[in-house]
């Protein structure tokens, strides 16, 4: 699936609540699924701080595709972290680079990507596009080699 | 008198156009009153006339407005002194709330008091407000910076706060309530402790002011710092109260216009009290409104407000303790308006946004006090705090709220 794809799957998995409380049971739920962070790398260097929720993330690249791993110590804020992380992962750093979060904005959770929220999801996203940028600068050095 | 007024909440709670709306279609329940309280109608007409009709500088004009405004000023200084029982009215000095009133005290009464070796004494349950400034005056002048425990129940730790005394720290700043635990600290006894030793004593009013009577002059503090927008008032301003010995005693904090009489080329001689501490344009508007906040509350009464407030709390408290795996944090005999708690593993910010789609404003985080969160341990609390036009029918509606939201993080 490409990342435009995954996005709408989750714009019409999210298309059938119409209660707030709906959406956050399946966030709570989505957080269970999230692929969790090995132990070792859930230290301070692989941490986002945020004020109120706190976020850990790690990837690793095939030379093709990154895939990555989280974890969240509020559950809800682990569901949105899930959310980021279907729709990114293994994907190349190209295609990473040039999609958006937008999608977050249809399913009303825009706000939680906010500066004033400070629980480290704004920040993960800079730091998942972060990671593509250097993994593609590898891979443009690599090809020159 | 006093005593024989009628309570009449409906009637406050129609003052407040703020709770009269509804977010994500439920009706509003605002318990995050020690963060900023709601405004009543007549503290925003207050602003409003301030500009539409009498919108001037004060204190150096000569016509007609600027001076009905400098009385209009003056009478607001007058007002504050009273509610607080100043000996003079020159003792009040306005800020723009209890940050600025503590860092005035940190730079000015540090440079009076704080040489190197010196020490500063704090307790480990100040906001960051009354600790940050402490802090790095003690490294600018490389003095002792001693802060106080806390116990088990949230106390501060009286005979570790007697053996620091005996180090005789140079200035002592001690929160009258805690804005994250709500405990009430035995401020009379550690005053009269500190004055032993003839150390003066700062107090961190802002969570105390509306929510009972106080009287400097029975205190005994040598300062007292609030802010306006915790007690019904306008944001932007607040008050630094201090003993007129102590204020003539210190260095100006901040230079400028209204706070000089004379200057020349080689030296300036600064206004007397209380304007050698009021530099620049004060924020005029907020002042009067503080006035009508201050008289406002007086009209519903403090005493019969703590009654209130008092209840509330014991209803809100027996209400939480029905929930399972719920904890306070700090658990003191004497607390006042706020109270901090946890429900089993489940994370602040998770129940936090689950109940605010409820309608339900609280304050979840460290509430700007980590050096509390690492007394107990903890990154955190839900924290909800009353005010007067709290109801009972309101803390149903969050302790429901809370069960709901529990349930959903089990
Ligand atoms: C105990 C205490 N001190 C100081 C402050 C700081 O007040 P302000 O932000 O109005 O300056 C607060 C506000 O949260 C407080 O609760």
Redesign the interface.
């Known amino acids: 699936m490409t990342i435009e794809q995954t996005q709408q799957q989750i714009i019409d998995e999210f298309s059938m609540f119409d209660d707030?409380?709906d959406k956050?049971?399946f966030l709570?739920e989505m957080g269970k699924d999230c692929p969790l962070i090995e132990t070792q790398y859930k230290t301070n260097n692989y941490l986002i701080n945020g004020?109120?929720?706190?976020v850990w993330l790690h990837a690793s690249y095939d030379g093709k595709q990154i895939s990555f791993s989280a974890d969240s110590?509020?559950?809800?804020?682990k569901g949105i972290v899930n959310l980021l992380i279907r729709v990114f992962n293994d994907h190349t750093p190209e295609e990473i680079l040039a999609s958006d979060t937008a999608f977050l904005d249809k399913i009303g959770l825009k706000e939680h990507l906010s500066p004033t929220r400070s629980?480290g999801l704004l920040s993960m996203v800079k730091q998942m596009k972060l990671y593509a940028q250097v993994y593609q600068l590898k891979s443009i050095q690599q090809s020159h080699d | 008198m006093e005593n024989s007024k009628r309570f009449d909440i409906q009637n406050i709670r129609s003052q407040f156009p703020a709770l009269h709306q509804q977010v994500?279609n439920k009706p509003l329940v605002y318990l995050d009153n020690a963060a900023t309280t709601q405004k009543p109608q007549i503290v925003i007409d207050r602003l409003k006339t301030w500009y539409e009709m009498e919108n001037s500088n004060i204190h150096r004009g000569v016509h007609y407005l600027s001076q009905q405004g400098t009385v209009a000023f003056e009478s607001a200084r007058k007002t504050v002194s009273t509610f607080l029982n100043t000996k003079f009215t020159h003792e009040i000095i306005f800020t723009k709330g209890t940050t600025d009133s503590i860092n005035l005290l940190a730079s000015s009464l540090g440079k009076l008091l704080v040489n190197e070796g010196d020490a500063v004494l704090v307790s480990g349950m100040e906001h960051h407000s009354n600790f940050v400034p402490w802090q790095q005056l003690c490294i600018e002048r490389k003095a002792n910076f001693l802060v106080v425990g806390i116990t088990g129940t949230g106390e501060i730790d009286i005979e570790q706060y007697k053996l620091l005394l005996e180090k005789r720290p140079k200035i002592i700043s001690i929160a009258h309530i805690s804005n994250v635990l709500g405990i009430i600290n035995p401020i009379e006894e550690m005053i009269r402790l500190a004055h032993n030793y003839d150390i003066p004593v700062v107090i961190d009013g802002a969570q105390s002011v509306c929510h009972q009577k106080i009287d400097v002059q029975q205190l005994d503090c040598d300062f007292f710092a609030f802010s306006g927008h915790k007690m019904y008032a306008p944001m932007g301003v607040g008050v630094l109260y201090g003993k007129e010995k102590w204020l003539n005693a210190m260095p100006p904090y901040q230079f400028g216009g209204e706070m000089v009489s004379q200057v020349s080329r080689q030296e300036t001689t600064f206004n007397e009290l209380p304007f050698k501490f009021e530099a620049g344009t004060p924020n005029i508007g907020a002042v009067l409104g503080l006035e009508t906040a201050i008289q406002f509350i007086e009209s519903v009464g403090i005493e019969q407000i703590a009654v209130h407030e008092e209840k509330l709390i014991r209803y809100a408290l027996k209400k939480l303790q029905e929930i399972d795996r719920l904890r306070f944090i700090g658990n003191a005999l004497k607390q006042a308006s706020v109270i901090s708690f946890l429900i089993g593993d489940i994370?602040p910010?998770?129940l936090g946004?689950?109940i605010d789609?409820l309608g339900i404003a609280i304050r979840?985080?460290?509430h700007c006090a980590q050096p509390v969160m690492e007394y107990f341990g903890i990154?955190?609390t839900m924290r909800v705090s009353f005010a007067m036009y709290n109801t009972f029918e309101e803390i149903d509606t969050f302790v429901a709220a809370v069960k709901?939201a529990a349930l959903?993080?089990e």
């Open positions: 707030w409380m956050y049971n709570i004020c109120q929720s706190r110590d509020a559950v809800i804020t629980n | 994500y994370h910010y998770d946004m689950i789609k979840t985080g460290h990154h955190g709901k959903m993080l």
